[in-house]
């Protein structure tokens, strides 16, 4: 009897766990060359789909459905606060490029930071984004490793904040509005632009230079995918080079209904 009794334990105690570890929604995809209309009208991203999304499942897919993903969001009112971020490069991509091989990038002092991989770089470095929606600006959270400090004057004085579980430095300043995107312009996004970053007060010549007009020339541009978790796009000099996913793990965890529209909308 007590035999009978644990074996049913047991079954029941497997049946809960394959209850619990049931996998999430499957994300539905148009078929390839879908007008982005007919793509937003016919496949919106459903409440269990965008519950589905995670940084962790959109750096799984392909480019083609990252881009799918984006069409189908808008662009939700203007962050403000610190997130943390993650980036990808486009699947198959050449991910091991070097800041130096992106064309129009000077070869001076501050452009020594070119001998290191963008990827590696930004992995190393960069931890997420902190927007200023009042002041409508934006600044990046980078981690405090000695490739930077060998380049960086008088690195104490920068500003610092305590987020996620990490302290990191504010560099790289942008303006940041609601604009429109380069890459689905009949729809806007959250814009932030590096070739403004001059303006920001605190700016410094190195290293926040190397994201303006004259080095990297970086814009950004990031849509919601619900409340607390943002979907980015970065282009270096023009052109599409990277993915990246902002997330605030005290909002974005907890039960939210559909986002609102865009950032034209009153905060």
Not at 10 to 27: D, K, M, N, Q
Not at 129 to 155: M, P, T, Y
Request: aromatic share 8%; charged share 25%.
């Amino acid at each position: 009897m007590r035999a009978v009794h644990a074996l049913s334990t047991l079954a029941i105690a497997v049946a809960l766990a394959g209850c619990a570890s049931t996998p999430p929604p499957r994300i539905q995809f148009a078929p390839p060359g879908t007008d982005v209309a007919k793509l937003r009208s016919d496949f919106p991203l459903t409440d269990a789909e965008r519950a589905a999304l995670t940084p962790e499942s959109i750096r799984r897919l392909t480019q083609a459905e990252v881009d799918q993903i984006y069409q189908r969001l808008d662009s939700g009112p203007i962050p403000d606060g610190p997130f943390r971020g993650d980036l990808f490069f486009p699947r198959g991509s050449k991910s091991d490029i070097r800041l130096g091989e992106l064309s129009g990038v000077p070869r001076d002092t501050l452009a020594e930071l070119a001998v290191v991989r963008v990827e590696t770089l930004g992995k190393a470095l960069w931890r997420g984004k902190v927007f200023f929606r009042s002041q409508g600006v934006l600044r990046n959270r980078i981690e405090e490793l000695s490739i930077l400090k060998a380049f960086v004057r008088d690195w104490e004085s920068i500003p610092k904040l305590t987020f996620d579980g990490a302290t990191t430095w504010l560099l790289f300043p942008a303006k940041l509005s609601c604009g429109d995107s380069r890459f689905d312009p009949a729809h806007k996004s959250i814009v932030i632009d590096y070739s403004k970053g001059s303006t920001v007060e605190g700016y410094r010549e190195v290293p926040d230079a190397l994201a303006g007009p004259e080095r990297l020339d970086i814009f950004d541009e990031v849509r919601l995918v619900r409340p607390g978790f943002y979907l980015g796009r970065a282009y270096f000099r023009g052109s599409f080079g990277l993915n990246f996913t902002l997330i605030d793990p005290a909002v974005a965890g907890t039960a939210a209904p559909r986002p609102p529209g865009d950032c034209t909308q009153a905060q």
